[in-house]
């Protein structure tokens, strides 16, 4: 997340291209004009979508994955008219600007720069589906009709399109958490793509989660730009914005964003989020264990066969970095049970830790 670090000048830019609806509509529909589907090779459509709760190492394994030089994904170059990637690829290239790397807004020592990818096509969703999945209260499961997922396979299409001639890369590259609500839609979009689903230790992963809340609530309390920000990318996972995934038909009460500043309301998140993922997850999915990544170079390489990746320098990618386990006080007895019964579940089935 990089808005923190956006001049006066940028956050206007990001202003009109991201907070209207119709302007980020025409922009859509500008792409179209400018991407003809005349003379284009078949696309490779065994794209990668990595989602999962927040915090339990999605972008790192993204960031590995788009190091393989295999995918192509959206970056901070492609902002902010992400849904006009032609365009502003154009307009961009003769301004081409760089950027030292610096530490992203969570404090968690990864650094972004304008080639950094990042999880920026969930603004594709909430433009054309917001009404359908984004609530007062949370954020819900939905479904996409055929034109809707027919628009989405041209979306990806556009950002394939919007790429340097003498490097192309035929597959797309998601990383996006909200992506477990439309699993569906991404499996009828794409029958050959792999849905690649990471999981972290539950009480680590929610005391993660619960300092990233704690964190993000005062980056907005001192500057609403962060807010408006993640709002128009449609990140609520933490901060003053946070609304809760609802996975099944629970009452909005049962899962109030006014109780996120204790360890237990991000424990029944990571309980309620992969008891439904072990339940509904595609078969086109995977599963991995990030602490089995971390401590196994074994499921790394199993991981690039089953996405069928050639990888020639694995060890000048980004490190796969486990944080030392802290003391998380206050936890509820029953739900480090039955957290702790899931997480051995999801390492069971996971194919990649053996």
Known sequence: MQGHSYNAAERILHYLALASKPVAEFSFDLNAVLSPREHRPKADDRHVFVSGLARAGTTIIMRRLHETGAFRSLTYRDMPFVLCPSLWQRISSTARKDAHATERAHGDRLTVDFDTPEALDEVFWRVFAGALYIKNDHLCIHAADSDLIEKFRNYIRYILDA????????????????????????????????????????????????????????????????????????????????????????????????????????????????????????????????????????????????????????????????????????????????????????????????
């Open 163 to 354: 790429q340097d001639p003498a490097d192309r890369r035929s597959r797309y590259l998601s990383k996006n958490n909200n992506n477990i609500l439309r699993l569906g839609a991404i499996r009828t979009a794409f029958p050959r793509a792999t849905i690649v689903i990471p999981f972290r230790d539950p009480i680590q992963h929610a005391n993660s989660l619960l300092e990233q809340h704690v964190r993000f609530s005062r980056l907005q309390r001192d500057d609403r730009f962060i807010r408006s920000y993640m709002v128009w990318l449609a990140h609520h996972e933490f901060g003053l914005a946070h609304k809760p995934f609802r996975l099944d038909h629970r009452s909005p009460s049962e899962a109030s964003p006014h109780e996120a500043t204790g360890i237990n309301y991000w424990l029944e998140r990571w309980l309620e989020a992969y008891t439904w993922l072990l339940a509904n997850r595609p078969e086109t999915s995977v599963l991995v264990c990030y602490e089995d990544l971390c401590s196994d170079p074994a499921v790394w390489d199993r991981m690039v066969e089953r996405l069928e990746l050639e990888v020639h320098d694995a060890a000048s990618m980004t490190a796969l970095v486990r944080a030392g386990d802290k003391d998380v006080p206050g936890v509820d007895a029953n739900l480090a049970a039955a957290s702790g019964a899931l997480y051995d579940q999801l390492r069971h089935r996971s194919e990649l830790s053996l």
